[in-house]
């Protein structure tokens, strides 16, 4: 006999779910890391290099690309994409859903995988 399983639906943040503090801040800047990582990854961009662009150490680097983030703040991660060559758009909309907590979302336009395949594009990256 199968045990019978029990699974729980994500509300979209890994963070929350798991209940720790600040979980929309957590997850927006795990995206940007993401994006960050993407383009390094894309542009075949070595840490040594992607630190030169980005005016941070190596160890930095390592650092988002591994996703420890602690010491690296929203705006600072803003900061970071922008030196990779991407536009951020902050987009400020009502939380049409009552139910649910207000959110900070990272998204990027269909179609596009990173700065490097449209360095001028002005939707790069947005917030909603």
Sequence with gaps: MTPERHFTE????VFADLGLPDAVTRLAKAELASRIA???QERSLTQR???AI????QPKVSAITRGRLADFSLDRLMTLVNRLGMD????????SEPTRSARI??????G?????NAPNDPEA????
């Design 10 to 13: 994500s509300s979209g943040n």
């Design 38 to 40: 993407a383009v390094i």
């Design 49 to 51: 290099e992607a630190a």
């Design 54 to 57: 980005l005016e941070i150490d």
């Design 88 to 95: 951020i758009e902050i987009i400020v909309v009502a939380n």
């Design 105 to 110: 979302r990272v998204r990027q336009p269909e």
């Design 112 to 116: 596009v995988l990173a700065a490097a």
């Design 125 to 128: 990256m947005s917030f909603d």
